[in-house]
């Protein structure tokens, strides 16, 4: 009952608040609601035309169209700022107008209609909205239980036949993390254990009650693909388990799509007979020969990039990015030359053999061959500062003699990632008559001291760090208790888990739990939790706790009831296992995650277990590891 009555007290504070129009959560379910009718005529008639973009094989079909309707938005011009446009050279003292949710002008002598809302943008930096085309958002969503590891169809090694937005839970408190670090579009990817892990979702960064009302209208699929080590790793055994395998994997499963097109084609000719039977993994690849779904690809090694190109050659289609692609430096003129893309972190590398010869001056010496070279996080703490990432891969660069401007730094996280989803037509620059994604900065983008103020999408404010009441929470967040309520609380004010009011920006963890007290705020929500019901027994008794159970504490300087820290004593079991807990685990509890020995993340979890072991119903997990079972990075 107290579950059910915190979803709908959940559902309908983020959908039906009544806040003013540029209030987040005020619009989403009456958009939403108000719009499914029309999304759903609209579907209809597109049936009855032209199939739409990333149709599938099958005549006119759209089974899950975007309900997306962009949230009511106030005529603003930010005057007076520096603005990056991502399509030409920053202007100082420049205004930006926004209207409908389209940008009208850019320059240095637009004026205010009578109607806008005037922004004085003295001193700070406007850019267009940030967009991060390798993301897990969603489908391996916080606080990353197993019931919530949902990227990585690994039953097959081609399961092109799932969607990565049937999986995608709006809820995830990550989302408004890295809306509040200016990113606004996504791509959502499922994770690399198979040749083909299935179809992307493009997603804004808006609250909606279901992920249809956060697709990008018209925006097409793209195909995850993976080379290399994860797939043979995964599939060892089973096969493929070497990358002649791999190779070999996509050639046969391109030569099936082929057929099944041509099939395809042919009834849809003459209507002669009875139709092919649907098969909803050679649809995606079909799709992907007609060039209606993106190929987007994990890669790690120059090598494998190569021979790529050449299968895609060999069946006409192309790779629109690779994805990582630690080694992309060394083919940067075979990317160029084939108009492929390398999406790329600034610094990670070395962290296993394909990552060896990873560099930091790596997307530099992509973009100064004249390829593509963008951004991407794969993560969801970096996804929260995209900006500073390609801060990083500016100075690396220059450090290695490339002349990189910002003018040329910031297309690496906007119109460069826009053109890999082939949106460039309405996002990643600040034209006239694009979409209106706009993220105001207190200072320059590429210094570590700036932070996002306000961020639009569509000309509606979804962002804005001065008023955090109005800002995006979603269901999960709603379950946190204030910091002056808590039972695990820091020992001074200010630290440990306060999420009451809080939006998360504030802190530099996903979640806004630092990870050295990452204990306390997994128990800061165990009300009623075994652990801390014995410690109060043991209180009781008058007696101390016994090793290996946790140690009982009075908060510093005050009165009340005590709260349970855990024990902090941790065996080597085996894959990273307490043998220590201060509870036998409760019948029908979660079951505690595991991790590899050694592992950072096995040490950050071991709290984790620890809350979940004592019934804790929503342990906060710290998102900066890469151990939750899916198969990247």
């Known amino acids: ?38 999304a759903t005529s609209s579907s209809s008639q597109d049936s009855a035309g032209k199939p739409g973009l990333g149709a599938l094989s099958v005549p006119f079909a759209n089974p899950f169209p975007s309900t997306y309707v962009p949230f009511p938005s106030r005529t603003t011009l930010i005057r007076n700022a520096t603005i990056m446009t991502a399509a030409g050279p920053t202007m100082q003292n420049a205004s930006i107008l926004l209207r409908d949710g389209k940008i009208i002008s850019v320059g240095t002598s637009v004026t205010a209609p009578a109607d806008a809302v005037v922004i004085d943008g003295t001193g700070k930096y406007v850019t267009p909205g940030i967009i991060d085309v ?15 590891n949902d990227g990585n169809e690994a ?3 081609n399961t092109a036949n799932v969607w990565a937005e049937h999986s995608v839970w709006p809820q995830d408190p990550q989302f408004p993390r890295i809306l509040a670090g200016g990113v606004t579009t996504v791509q959502i990817l499922p994770g690399s254990a198979n040749l083909f892990g299935g179809r992307s979702a493009i997603l804004k960064i808006v609250p909606s009650r279901t992920v249809q009302g956060m697709k990008f209208p018209g925006a097409k699929y793209g195909l995850k693909m993976a080379c290399g080590e994860n797939p043979k790793r995964v599939y060892a055994g089973r096969g493929p388990s070497t990358r002649m395998g791999n190779v070999a994997g996509y050639r046969a499963a ?7 097109r041509r099939k395809w084609d042919e009834w849809n000719a003459n209507h002669k007979g009875a139709p092919p039977n649907r098969d909803l993994a050679l649809e995606t690849l079909a799709e992907v020969l007609r060039g209606d779904i993106l190929p987007q690809m994990h890669c790690y090694r120059a090598d494998e990039m190569a021979q790529m190109l050449d299968v895609a050659k060999e069946f006409g289609f192309k790779i629109r990015a690779f994805h990582h692609a630690v080694e992309a430096y060394k083919i940067a003129d075979l990317l160029r030359e084939n108009g492929t ?14 990552a060896m010869d990873g560099i930091q001056a790596n997307i530099a010496l992509v973009d100064a061959a004249g390829a593509r070279a963008m951004i991407h996080s794969d993560d969801p703490s970096g996804s929260q500062r995209l900006n500073q990432e390609v801060a990083k891969a500016m100075y690396a660069g220059r450090a290695a003699g490339i002349n990189v401007s910002e003018d040329e730094a910031v297309k690496w996280m906007t119109i460069n990632p826009a053109w890999a989803l082939d949106l460039d037509s309405k996002i990643g620059s600040l034209e006239a ?12 983008p590429f210094s570590i001291y700036s932070k996002a103020e306000k961020v639009w999408i569509d000309g509606a404010m979804m962002f804005d760090r001065d008023d955090p009441a109005q800002n995006w929470r979603t269901d999960f967040d709603l379950g946190f208790v204030k910091a002056e309520n808590a039972i695990a609380l ?3 004010p200010g630290r440990g888990a306060t999420f009451g009011g809080q939006t998360g920006a504030e802190s530099g963890d996903a979640l806004g739990c630092r990870r050295s007290r990452i204990s306390r705020c997994a128990l800061s929500r165990c009300h009623g939790s075994p652990a801390i019901a014995a410690a109060r027994r043991v209180q009781a008794r008058g007696h101390r706790p016994r090793a290996g159970v946790g140690r009982t504490v009075r908060p510093r300087g005050q009165r009340g009831p005590l709260r349970c820290i855990p024990s902090t004593r941790r065996a080597a079991g085996r894959r990273g296992r307490s043998t220590t807990s201060p509870l036998r685990r409760r019948r029908g509890a979660p079951r505690p995650l595991q991790t590899r020995p050694g592992s950072p993340a096995s040490r950050h979890y071991q709290p984790i277990r620890r809350a979940m072991r004592g019934g804790c119903p929503r342990a906060v997990l710290s998102v900066r590891d890469k151990s939750r079972r899916h198969a990247g990075p």
């Open 155 to 157: 039953t097959n090694p």
């Open 341 to 354: 893309a390398a999406a790329m972190w600034a610094d990670w590398g070395g962290f296993k053999e394909e």
């Open 490 to 492: 820091g020992d001074q």
């Open 433 to 444: 008559g694009k979409d209106a994604d706009v993220v105001l900065w207190s200072g320059d």
């Open 254 to 260: 391109y030569i099936q799509a082929a057929e099944y």
């Open 1 to 38: 009952m107290r579950t059910t009555s915190l979803l709908f007290l959940c559902v309908t504070g983020v959908a039906c608040a009544q806040n003013p129009a540029p209030t987040p959560a005020a619009a989403p379910a009456q958009a939403t609601t108000a719009s499914a009718s029309k």
């Open 134 to 148: 390798h993301s897990h958002l969603g489908v391996y969503a916080a606080p990353g239980g197993e019931g919530l």
